[in-house]
């Protein structure tokens, strides 16, 4: 398998994921499979109009996912789109959520709050893990992969057309471990989100790690656009 066809290979299988989820809160009305602080200030009556919002906008980021690495046959401008629906899918489920919930992460709980709503703790815990793995694995074995081979070629065709040949090896130990980065602080933030207790307010060791973590995926998303910008000269080329 070519390093294209992997990149297009774990976009689709994390598209999935994704859209399978948005699809599941579409069907069900149900926002529970979110992490409790998204619907905790929400009126319960609302909890579909929540679900359905948000999941249109999983959906659109699934989908959006799975076109950003096409192969051939497919055109390239598809993961231009791709890009589109990841980014209007991200607002509008993170709109739908500031709207029906009061902010984005809220901790109190009112009369009908996530603390006698959520999901049981085992599905809860055993999912955050799962979705945390597969995170770990979309990104960390990808960026190990281009530091072990000093090979970027992972990257989109335009992230690479203006590096010179000397710099790849660079380029792809600094995009490689920025990738690596990313990913361990996204998984852990995933993780940390789906183990916070009902009880409100949440441990400040569990909130001090969700600050890491999200730490870590701003740093490692800087590293990696920030190398493909300085050894390309842009960040689409």
């Known amino acids: 398998m070519d390093s294209q066809t992997a990149g297009f290979v774990t976009c689709l299988l994390c598209g999935l994921l994704v859209a399978a989820t948005g699809v599941y809160m579409l069907v069900t009305g149900n926002p529970r499979i979110m992490h409790g602080y998204h619907f905790a200030s929400t009126p319960i009556e609302k909890w579909p109009a929540l679900a359905r919002w948000s999941g249109a906008g999983l959906a659109a980021c699934g989908v959006g996912c799975a076109l950003l690495v096409p192969v051939s046959p497919l ?3 598809l993961s231009i789109v791709g890009i589109v629906l990841m980014v209007a899918g991200l607002a509008l489920t993170l709109g739908a959520v500031v709207h029906f919930n009061g902010s984005l992460f809220s901790f109190g709980v009112p009369g009908s709050g996530a603390s006698d709503s959520s ?6 815990t055993g999912l955050g ?3 945390a793995l597969i995170v770990c694995g979309v990104t960390v074995i990808p960026g190990s992969m281009m530091i072990a081979s000093g090979d970027p070629s992972m990257l989109h065709g335009y992230h690479l057309v203006n590096v010179a040949a000397d710099d790849l090896p660079a380029l792809a130990g600094w995009v490689g471990g920025g990738t690596i980065t990313l990913g361990i602080g996204l998984a852990l933030s995933i993780l940390v989100g ?3 207790p009902g009880r409100r307010p949440a441990p400040l ?7 890491a973590g999200l730490a870590l995926f701003g740093i490692g998303l800087a590293v990696t656009l920030g190398a493909i910008i300085h050894f390309n000269g842009s960040l689409m080329g």
């Open 129 to 131: 893990i799962v979705i």
């Open 194 to 196: 789906f183990l916070m």
């Open 205 to 211: 060791w569990m909130k001090a790690l969700m600050g």
């Open 75 to 77: 055109p390239d401008w």
């Open 119 to 124: 999901a049981p703790r085992a599905l809860t």
